[in-house]
């Protein structure tokens, strides 16, 4: 009897397969447990002050904050197979909620509340849909250029958000630009008191980043912006804090609305998948790759689904992967899932019996606490390197940003869609191609391109031409183009054009017409097209009986460009003329 055929075998393999925390559990190692509870602890100290800091980014009460911070955790430890990851509030995600539910709401912070949950909700539905759909592929939807701008736009558009909470000022403008003015504006509205507090604890917090990098820089500066504003009342002297927080579990509510609010619920929770998944995987695959083992994108989508419906129904927001809080848990040396688990059980515990010092905590604490994270997203080593390497990525990149700048964060997700699919257009519209020649020297010999290999021999009549990419509507025409104009160059009269189809995965119906259309241009001209190394796979986007009805190209088909060479040669020759004989014959 084999391992796999012993009982149990089959249920472990289940669990292993779509819950990989219990999985774990079942061979869990007494010995890490040590690092497994240390890290916990760590990840706590820093999840729950930033995701207190998050709730006023996401335009919520502080204890909403507190519920994204904790629920998921217990989710994704059941059903996420990356080991370090720890999921929770993030900056982009919760400026996209914001930005998707302001206009939605209209101003009534019950309504806001009620839509959050549903948007929550319906994003966990999403993600464990895709996930069974084995759609995990989508990380690698967005490029790295285009990832990059907008991360790099929802990082200025939350330090400039926050400005007024840092300067004490209250902000009427609503575009980027505007608040951006906005300070110089009202400069003589700046409350003193709150200026000194927030760069005070902006300072603490930049400082203990720099130079005691292992402190929970968000925790200490909580902590002490708390303290000040209880010890020297400065509530009394016009310092906004927090006010109090509800202890306890959350009371459930969930509201109805009309089929137009869930249709914009269900776009606006669309783009807040692909944008937090394709963050949130990156995270996960950054540190799976640092420990040397390997994380499944679609368990990664149904987890982080879970981790949604479960923060959703605890009255939370969208969560995804935190790259802050996981880099402390991978540098605590935690292990396993087990870690997710320690962090929630103890920021639970403070959210039922320690939220009233949270009374005290100053919004321009919390404001600090914004500013440096969002600093953080902010890659500018990733601009040099485009500005280095590409500048047109790198015009994509710039455009992204100010696309989030000028639309705002769900217009830009989109934006940021659109670029991607121009970019890749721009590329697969005008590929490389090549005319090939035969050479003979040692470690090359084959058919290449007569560009990299000069001295490859040509055969006089015969034009072989590789088209670097996929055959489509797009550059169907310039395919075409691309073969006349080889033919226009080639030295000698042209009696045969062989493509050779190796580079080619794809062709659709525009490009079958228009080869048919090259095919029979040529023949006019008394040319005859073929083909060589084209893939049996291309058959697999039609259907069987046109297949096997197209008798006319299995005649002009060859498995190799020496084989169509060969059939080349072997051809009735016409007589030769003056300008063919004056071109060299292959030795």
């Known amino acids: 009897m084999t391992g796999q055929d012993q009982p149990g075998g089959t249920l472990r393999r289940v669990l292993g397969q779509y819950v990989p925390g219990i999985e774990t559990l079942l061979r869990y190692e007494r010995s890490w447990l040590p690092n497994d509870f240390a890290a916990g602890l760590s990840v706590a100290a820093i999840a729950l002050p930033v995701g207190i800091a998050y709730a006023e980014l996401a335009g919520v009460p502080t204890v909403v904050g507190m519920y994204s911070a904790i629920f998921p955790l217990f989710a994704y430890a059941l059903f996420g197979s990356s080991r370090q990851l720890m999921v929770g509030p993030d900056a982009a995600t919760c400026i996209m909620v914001a930005a998707s539910l302001g206009p939605l709401a209209g101003g009534d912070p019950d309504r806001y509340l009620a839509l959050m949950v549903v948007l929550t909700l319906f994003t966990g539905i999403l993600y464990v849909i895709a996930g069974f759909l084995r759609l995990g592929f989508i990380a690698n939807f967005l490029s790295h250029p285009i990832l990059v701008g907008f991360l790099n736009g929802i990082a200025l558009l939350i330090i400039v958000g926050q400005m007024p909470k840092l300067l004490g000022y209250s902000s009427e403008a609503n575009e980027f630009f505007h608040k951006l003015i906005e300070p110089f504006q009202k400069i003589d509205q700046v409350h003193l008191p709150t200026l000194g507090l927030g760069l005070a604890l902006l300072v603490l917090m930049v400082v203990i980043r720099r130079w005691a990098p292992k402190l929970p820089a968000a925790l200490v500066v909580v902590i002490v912006g708390l303290v000040t504003v209880a010890a020297l009342g400065l509530e009394d002297q016009g310092v906004a804090a927090l006010g109090e927080v509800p202890a306890g579990l959350p009371e459930l509510h969930f509201a109805v609305f009309d089929p137009e609010t869930y249709r914009d619920l269900f776009g606006d ?319």
């Not at 937090?276 to 950054?286: C, E, I, N, Q, R």
């Not at 035969?438 to 084959?446: A, D, F, Q, W």
């Open 269 to 587: 929770a669309a783009a807040l998948m692909l944008i937090s998944f394709t963050s949130g995987v990156l995270t996960a695959k950054s540190f799976a790759s640092r420990n040397r083992y390997q994380i499944d994108a679609n368990q990664e989508m149904i987890a982080f689904g879970a981790a949604n419906i479960f923060t959703g129904l605890g009255q939370g927001f969208p969560v995804t992967g935190a790259d802050s809080r996981t880099a402390v848990n991978d540098a605590m040396g935690g292990k396993s899932q087990l870690v997710g688990v320690v962090a929630a059980g103890t920021m639970l515990l403070i959210l039922f019996f320690l939220t009233a010092p949270l009374a005290f905590v100053p919004q321009a604490g919390l404001a600090a606490v914004i500013m440096v994270a969002a600093v953080g997203l902010i890659d500018v080593p990733a601009l040099r390197e485009l500005f280095a390497i590409s500048r047109r990525e790198l015009a994509l990149s710039l455009g992204t940003t100010l696309g989030v700048l000028v639309l705002g964060a769900l217009p830009g997700v989109f934006l940021a869609v659109i670029l991607t699919f121009i970019w890749l257009l721009s590329v697969g519209s005008r590929p490389h191609d090549a005319i090939l020649g035969r050479t003979k020297e040692v470690g090359v010999r084959g058919y290449h391109d007569i560009m990299d290999y000069p001295k490859a021999t040509t055969y006089p009549g015969l034009v072989l031409y590789r088209f670097d990419y996929d055959l489509l509507f797009y550059n169907a025409d310039y395919f075409k183009q691309r073969v006349f104009k080889a033919i226009a160059e080639a030295k000698t009269t042209v009696e045969w054009v062989v493509i050779d189809a190796s580079p080619i995965n794809i062709v659709d119906v525009t490009a079958l017409h228009v080869m048919d259309d090259l095919r029979e241009e040529l023949a006019t001209r008394g040319i005859q097209l073929a083909h060589a190394r084209a893939k049996t796979s291309l058959r697999r986007f039609f259907s069987t009986a046109y297949v096997e009805s197209r008798e006319d190209l299995k005649a002009n088909e060859y498995p190799t460009i020496s084989a169509a060479v060969a059939a080349f040669r072997k051809r009735p020759k016409p007589p030769p003329t003056p300008e063919a004989e004056a071109v060299p014959q292959e030795s």
